[in-house]
């Protein structure tokens, strides 16, 4: 019976987490037709910061993370919103590796 490694699948969570993150605020910055500059203001942080968010190379801390979404928005929808997208993402590479495993089993 072949199954994923463990680390592989691990990985492919975080990649998943980071890639929540990253969508979320490129569709932000997208639906309220800012620039990068704009954004990375909004933000108070520079535009390498904002770069590394967008492509899913910073990994925030919940605080962190919260303390962005509400400064974007007032609110904590987005943060909210993030946490959603990270545990549907997470729980499609459990399903992945689930029917990966299944079908090696017959």
């Known amino acids: 019976m072949k199954s994923i490694d463990e680390n592989s699948i691990n990985v492919m969570k975080k990649v998943e987490m980071l890639y929540s993150i990253s969508e979320n605020f490129v569709k932000y910055k997208k639906l309220n037709s800012l620039t990068k500059d704009d954004m990375a203001k909004k933000l108070n942080i520079d ?3 904002l770069e ?6 910073y990994n925030p801390t919940f605080k962190k993370l919260f303390d962005l979404t509400y400064q974007l928005t007032g609110n904590s929808k987005m943060f909210i919103n993030i946490l959603e997208s990270m545990i549907y993402n997470i729980k499609l590479v459990d399903e992945v590796k689930e029917n990966f495993e299944n079908k090696n089993i017959n």
């Open 52 to 57: 590394k968010i967008e492509s899913g190379k």
């Open 47 to 49: 535009y390498n910061m």
